[in-house]
Every structure is written in C-alpha cells, then in structure tokens.
C-alpha cells in the first residue's frame, strides 16, 4: 500500500503549514497512524502517532504543543498541524500506517507496514 503525503514547503519561522497524508484504495478507519521526520545527516525521528479510532494520540517531545494529529476516517486522510514552526523542524516528513490488530497508538518505526515516500518541510530562519 503506497501513502501519499502532501502539504510540504518553505515557511517562515513561526509559521505553520497541515501535512496531509492519503491511502488511494484503503480505508483509514482500521489504521494506526503515524508521523515521523528525517533531517539531513540524522537519524528518523518520531514525530507525532493516533490509535486506530482517533482517540489517542502522542507526541514525540520537540513538537508537544506545536503540533497536533488528526484523523478523519470519513476522508481517509491523516493530517499533522504544525504551528510555531522552528529551522530545527526542517526535515522530510513521513507518513506511516499498520491496518489491523493494534488498537494503541505506536510511536516506534518497526511497528508499522507501509510508509509514503515523504514530504520535504523546510523552515528558514
């Protein structure tokens, strides 16, 4: 299953901008869902995860406050808010999905099955 992840760019610091992110063909409302971000020269980062039904979330401690994840099963479209965006959130930001199974939110990479191929964010200072 191949996600496809939209709403990168270029803002200012400060700034805001909503990833979205989109399963053509398969419904979400099965789907733990996650986010998670790659920087150049480091490692993949968690960034932000929602259990199956939207009614938990968590978030990875630099963008607690900032950033918000939602779900809407209707739609079958995640999304990530990110507000008071800073340079150091600059990265390539990744969509994830397990179907079935778990019913908690999962903040680890190996737990998930199918990943999209990224959405460059870039905040300038």
């Known amino acids: 299953v191949q996600l496809v992840e939209s709403g990168g760019g270029l803002v200012q610091a400060g700034g805001s901008l909503r990833l979205s992110c989109a399963a053509p063909?398969?419904?979400?409302?099965?789907?733990?869902m996650g986010w998670f971000r790659q920087a150049p020269g480091k490692e993949r980062e968690f960034v932000a995860a929602?259990?199956?039904?939207?009614?938990?979330?968590y978030y990875g401690d630099s963008v607690k406050g900032r950033f918000t994840i939602s779900k809407d099963n209707a739609k079958n479209t995640v999304y990530l808010q990110m507000n008071s965006l800073k340079p150091e959130d600059t990265a390539v930001y990744y969509c994830?999905?397990?179907?079935?199974?778990?019913?908690?939110?999962?903040?680890?990479?190996?737990?998930?099955?199918?990943w999209g191929q990224g959405t460059q964010v870039t905040v300038s200072s």
């Open positions: 063909g398969r419904t979400f409302s099965s789907a733990a």
């Open positions: 929602i259990s199956r039904d939207g009614g938990n979330t």
């Open positions: 994830a999905a397990k179907w079935g199974g778990t019913t908690l939110v999962l903040i680890t990479d190996y737990e998930y099955e199918h």
